[in-house]
């Protein structure tokens, strides 16, 4: 499996809220912060997920700074709420402005090296979202070297977090590797607890996944993932997107869809995320393009194309035109295939593993139209590319490991040394400590004991109580059932034998009798279902009167052979009665067809009621078809060949609009749920 790019642009961006701690410049001395300068520092800590409400108080709050100082913070957070709104350009300016005003400045002066060191910070960031490594990677140490003379370690380590990730992104491993394990020692010195550290363990995970290293990657993960609820939306995207990444290199493409869609559903509704939605849908679009699934590929990659196009990312565009010449080969449209290749974007950089896949392409598209000649060197080309990409993997992952033996020997010294110098310190007082932890182990038992037994005191109560709840339910679950209503009706239908209101009563007898039969099985034959929606509709024909009208068409095909999933007719017919005929006015229609084509059978029921309008006062719950379209799915799911359904507005005589419910079944489908199942109608799991 050949590596992906685009969740790169990702990566970057994690540490943003991470990378502006606050720093309080109030001096002794000094008059106390006004109540504007004060809430700077207090929105310097974070920012909240709605950046562009943010942005709005913020510049309520900016002309009330008169200190020049403040006043440049205030731009630095305006530039970042900026960023997170897509707006790079105005961040950039932003960023500009600070960078113009400490130009004529002393720097040695520590709040103008606190301003450096966040501007070139933010910098990194801008210009690691349009893929612009190198330039990051710089951006990012100037910041590191604005930071070392004053800041603390909380600000070293949030540039040392930047840092790792763009030496990540120039697929420099092994620094970053050592950049991310310096951050953890500056966690540890700041005696940072586990749920702060999440940015940097999934920070590692990313490294190992580009090693391959999944185990040591999981870890890292499992890590970052136990903190998930303490996480930022911004955050939360970061770990979904990056771990959904690395079960996609593992080629585990069902759990790797599962946390790409979390991405868009937690993004769902935020537009100061466009760009990380977008991003998202790349990631689907390829999935979808991996697993066979065309049409859901095409349709992914066909809205994030414009949006990147717009943004002038012509990294992503490089990616996506990639995506979609291979969409065009798999449909075997190689004049598309063609003209896609002919408007693809070159970047001026090009990574290898881009490379290779835009090569691949280009071998399957020359040996389909039979240039064997060109397809051979496009092959030739990428097996040296391979064996680079290999070469570069193992080299890199010889010198993490070199370097973390190093780093782990040099704090295995430090902590021997640190060791002894404790160990001297508790000889002086192992007494008092062998003391005092008796007294306390004797309390801690006698707590632990008293717990104990209360607990199990309550757990008899709690069990009594739960035998006596579930007694009374059994009973009153045992009082009254489907069978006793159906045996009352009976009687009182033999009782009123004889007179014409008895045949209604008899309809709802033999309707219950076969709702009860028939929601023990998966299927019927389709002469019961149609005896039954027969019933019902015989049933319902008062209130649908007059000018109500019911037909039904059966042409070639064997009802009491046939075998159809339970309620595939009934659930329909009865949506039509409720929620388009019975409010209807005029002329009422409720056809039936069902017809033999081939080696299936097509089913349709149609009404004159109006349409399906989504949200109206008639639309109902949705649960009836939810049963059917669940109940499909998961036959589907043994069957080769699937039930197709299809929910439409048609015309219909008169002019009229109405529903139809159509399904097309297969002869020979099965309704026995094998242990074996099938994935994708034949692919077995």
């Known amino acids: 499996m050949v590596n992906k790019f685009f969740y790169l642009g990702i990566l970057c961006g994690c540490l943003i809220f991470c990378a502006s701690s606050c720093r309080n410049t109030q001096k002794k001395g000094e008059l106390p912060l006004t109540s504007s300068e004060q809430l700077v520092l207090e929105w310097e800590s974070s920012l909240r997920d709605d950046y562009a409400h943010f942005s709005q108080q913020l ?50 002066d ?5 301003l450096y060191s966040r501007v070139y910070n933010m910098r990194g960031n801008a210009l690691a979202r349009f893929s612009l490594v190198d330039s990051a990677r710089n951006e990012f140490i100037r910041a590191y070297q604005w930071c070392l003379p004053y800041s603390g370690k909380k600000d070293l380590l949030n540039v040392s977090m930047n840092i790792a990730d763009a030496y990540v992104r120039g697929g420099r491993f092994d620094q970053g590797a050592l950049w991310y394990r310096r951050a953890l020692a500056f966690a540890d010195s700041l005696q940072m607890p586990d749920q702060e550290r999440f940015p940097i363990y999934y920070g590692l995970a990313q490294v190992n996944m580009e090693l391959r290293d999944f185990a ?43 946390y790409f869609r979390k991405v868009l559903r937690l993004l769902d509704g935020r537009p100061e995320f466009e760009f990380e939605r977008n991003l998202a849908k790349v990631n689907l679009g390829d999935l979808f393009l991996s697993t066979g699934q065309l049409d859901s590929a095409a349709y992914y990659l066909d809205q994030c194309h414009g949006f990147f196009r717009q943004m002038n990312n012509n990294s992503a565009l490089y990616y996506i035109d990639t995506q979609l010449i291979k969409l065009a080969l798999e449909q075997n449209n190689l004049a598309l295939a063609r003209e896609r290749m002919k408007q693809a974007v070159t970047p001026s950089y090009v990574e290898p593993n881009m490379l290779h896949i835009r090569n691949q392409h280009l071998q399957q598209y020359f040996e389909k139209m039979g240039d064997y000649k060109k397809a051979y060197e496009y092959q030739t080309l990428n097996q040296h590319i391979d064996d680079s990409i290999r070469s570069g993997r193992i080299k890199m992952r010889a010198a993490e490991i070199a370097l973390r033996y190093r780093q782990d020997s040099t704090l295995l010294r430090t902590e021997l040394l640190l060791n002894l110098k404790q160990n001297e310190v508790l000889r002086l007082n192992q007494w008092i400590y062998i003391g005092g932890a008796g007294i306390l182990l004797l309390a801690a038992g006698g707590v632990i004991w008293f717990l104990y037994w209360k607990r199990r005191r309550d757990a008899e109560e709690w069990n009594m109580r739960m035998a006596i709840t579930s007694l009374k339910l059994e009973n009153v679950r045992n009082r009254i059932s489907p069978h006793f209503i159906f045996n009352v009706l009976s009687r009182e239908a033999v009782l009123q034998s004889g007179k014409k209101e008895s045949q209604n009563l008899m309809n709802l007898v033999k309707l219950i009798r076969s709702n009860l039969d028939l929601t023990n099985s ?8 149609l005896d039954f929606v027969k019933t019902y509709v015989k049933l319902e024909e008062r209130s649908l009167q007059p000018d109500f009208q019911f037909l039904v068409h059966v042409e070639e095909v064997d009802v009491k052979s046939l075998q159809v999933p339970t309620m595939l007719l009934q659930i329909p017919t009865e949506n039509a009665v409720k929620h388009a005929l019975r409010m209807k006015e005029g002329k009422r229609r409720l056809w039936i067809n069902i017809v033999r084509i081939g080696n299936c059978v ?39 060949h699937p039930i197709l359904m299809a929910v439409n507005n048609v015309e219909v005589e008169g002019g009229d609009i109405g529903c139809e419910v159509r399904f097309s079944i297969p002869i020979d489908y099965s309704y026995q749920l094998k242990k074996e199942k099938k994935h994708r109608y034949g692919e077995k799991l």
């Open 59 to 108: 510049d309520s709050i900016l002309p009330l700074l008169d200190d020049s100082l403040f006043y440049c913070r205030g731009l630095i957070l305006k530039s970042r709420a900026k960023m997170f709104l897509a707006d790079h350009d105005s961040a950039l300016w932003y960023l500009d402005r600070v960078r113009d005003f400490c130009a004529d400045k002393d720097t040695t």
């Open 110 to 114: 520590a709040d103008i090296r606190f």
């Open 216 to 258: 040591r990657c999981d870890y890292y993960y499992d890590l970052a993932g136990s903190y998930y609820d303490k996480m930022s939306v911004y955050e939360k995207h970061v770990y979904l997107n990056n771990r959904g990444n690395s079960y996609y290199y593992r080629q585990d493409y069902q759990t790797s869809f599962e």
């Open 522 to 529: 998966l299927s019927v034959t389709l002469f019961d279902e």
């Open 602 to 640: 097509e089913m349709m029921v149609r009404d004159n009621g109006g349409g399906f309008v989504e949200h109206s006062a008639a639309h109902g719950t949705g649960t009836g078809m939810r049963v059917v379209t669940q109940t499909i799915q998961l036959l589907n799911l043994y069957n080769r």
